[in-house]
């Protein structure tokens, strides 16, 4: 396995498999690798010929007030797990590479990344929809995976994928959970232990939420208000939202039909930590 | 040459020709094709195997009070100027085909794009960037071929290309100007006798600045007030703007120096003209 730091080593080694008609997967991460990335990086290595992991904490997706400095790093440990998982290029660039002087061009979308994540974060999806455009532009994969646990992340990419026309297949991975249900995340790292333990509600009211469905219930207003209730009895849980939109607008729905994501933001301490599911009906 | 109106055939054939190793050229215009565009297309065909020329006028570049209705088409006469200039493709798609139900995603920049045209038309740029990069994926083209007579949508779609690392070389033209000097443009259609007549004075104008900077003036705006003053000699010419500025980065300058655009946009009757020069010191 190769580490790669510059654009122009990953479109040479890009071109040289291209040669040899192999497959490429791309799998854009932003480091600090769990079971989750993992699932990505082995569904790629499957369904591909070879496969490019990116680890690139992207500047343009967070916001003044967020966690760029501390976003947590370990390349040593990231390409350990890559090598494993059977991955052939880890790209990381430096910001510099990515983000050349006078850059000033941007993907963005109307819509879709307003809703859910994107209220408190305004500028997240912009910048994740241009790094992500990027990506595709240096590697020009077969094939790009992405976790379900990024639901709105998910849908927007598969959005910009078909209003720009680009010929990239976009796979979509499960959540991977912890065994007692939290969903992995690099973020899981800033959790105190209560805050560790307080988390778990999460998943909780994820299962108690598709529970509730399986039981028949198709009131969107129901389920988030008792999934709400759920998590607001855990004292460490910060709301920021528990939702249920239409999969592939993130328009807010009151019955639960067609293709449907239930997706919730709540702090614990400095964890931001998001957790969903989606239930097609 | 074949006549494709479906993005799935422009792929189908492109990856035909790349099967053969064959290089693509793309020259994206909004038909109505005269010599300028001619000259983008003899040299396409100069320089790649197979050349595609795109006639496609784009809803998303025209602001609620532009031309978009009565911009002129003409299809067979097109055609024919397509395939005697050697063109392999012609791709006219449908705006239902370029723009599916949903479509939200769209690609801009900063800067760029505020500056000359982009004071009057706010949105036409997003608009171009938008549908050129559309056609870079459905085409992926290795070259693509823009006019120097549209500088600034030449910079930004370089712009572009350097900055969401697409991987296409664009290859800007000369302007082609008729035997009295007006460039050539679609628009020059909506000119009266009277207003045609009128019209050279862009050139004039240009001829004019350039001729002054040979003499030696470096003062910007010395060479502007000159040029704008000829051109208001003109009753029939309606000033819009006559700027100079830095090549790459479309901000005003004082003094004359590096690559710097001279562009004029300035209305006769119902049609806006664009003229310019670049010059290099």
Redesign the interface.
Known sequence: MKILKT?EEV?AQVKAWRKENLTVGLVPTMGYLHEGHQSLILKSVEQNDRTVVSIFVNPMQFGPAEDLESYPRDLQADAELCEKAGADVIFHPEPEEMY?P???????????PDALCGLTRPVHFKGV??VV??LF??V?PDRAYFGEKDAQQLAIIR??V??????IEIVGCPIVREADGLAKSSRNIYLTKEERQAAVVLSRAVTFGKHKIEEGCRDAKEIVEAMKALIAAEPLADIEYVEMVNM??MQPIDKVQGTVLCAMAVRFGKARLIDNFICQL
């Open positions: 654009i479109r050349r006078g850059f000033c061009s941007y993907v963005n979308m109307t819509g879709l929809c241009t455009n990027k532009h240096i020009t959005r910009m078909m209003d720009l026309n680009m010929d592939d607008t």
